[in-house]
């Protein structure tokens, strides 16, 4: 099935220090999301977002819609302990209520 | 509290028996969801429904088959056709509006012996 193109697959940054990824498509989304990820427990929504252009932050967390409507960034600040885990992105196109999952970034913070 | 529910959060089963999963869901969402997750490895679409008595196959339906049978309830059977059903299954929902958001429930994870 068709997945997305995320990267970086995983990171490893000091505590304190901001991280970015993103996420691309062949295919235009009409809404992102985005989720993170601890071990055995399911994904959580950080942030949706469903217009191009748009920048929504949720705390020390920000994401963006592209223009192209074919990617989204994430971006955390000044990391902390407990920002490690998993960070997917998701999208869909419109018309459908099927989702398209990212393959995942593995985020590691070394205090 | 509203909220999605999986249970049992750990399931143990046999080589060739059937196992269904329970997902429910209190948030009144119209569509519901059931996904595979493998070890390091991102989720893949079992099954999807958008509304009660209607359900799509997804990416991995083969060995899998839902019910939706009420708008709050979407359970999945793991049937023995299923080559290698050991993994994590997550259900999630959403509201086709507007906000259309995807929440997830915490997840089972199925250990086939």
């Known amino acids: 099935g068709q997945q997305l193109n995320q990267s970086p697959q995983s990171m490893f940054i000091q505590e304190g220090e901001d991280v970015s990824m993103n996420c691309t498509s062949s295919?235009?989304?009409?809404?992102w999301l985005w989720y993170k990820q601890d071990p055995g427990e399911g994904p959580v929504l950080l942030i949706a977002l469903y217009k191009a252009g748009e920048l929504t932050s949720n705390g020390r967390l920000t994401a963006q819609f592209g223009i192209t409507r074919k990617d989204s960034f994430l971006n955390i600040s000044a990391s902390i302990p407990s920002d490690v885990g998993i960070y997917f992105c998701?999208?869909?196109?419109?018309?459908?209520?099927?989702?398209?999952f990212g393959t995942g970034t593995r985020l590691k913070v070394l205090a | 509290d509203g909220g999605i529910t999986q249970s049992p959060k750990y399931l143990f089963r046999k080589e060739g028996q059937n196992v269904t999963l329970s997902c429910e869901q209190n948030?009144?969402?119209?569509?519901m969801y059931w996904y595979r997750q493998d070890p390091g490895q991102g989720l893949r679409l079992i099954y999807y429904?958008?509304?009660?008595?209607?359900?799509q196959k997804g990416d991995i339906a083969e060995g899998y088959s839902v019910s939706r049978e009420k708008k709050e309830s979407f359970p999945l059977t793991v049937t023995s056709a299923q080559k290698n059903p050991t993994a994590f299954y997550l259900c999630?929902?959403?509201?086709?509006?507007?906000?259309?958001?995807?929440?997830f429930g915490p997840g089972t994870r199925l250990t086939v012996l």
């Open positions: 948030l009144n969402h119209d569509a």
């Open positions: 429904s958008q509304i009660v008595n209607d359900f």
């Open positions: 295919s235009i989304f009409n809404t």
């Open positions: 999630a929902s959403s509201m086709w509006d507007r906000s259309d958001t995807q929440y």
């Open positions: 998701a999208g869909r196109t419109s018309g459908t209520y099927k989702y398209i």
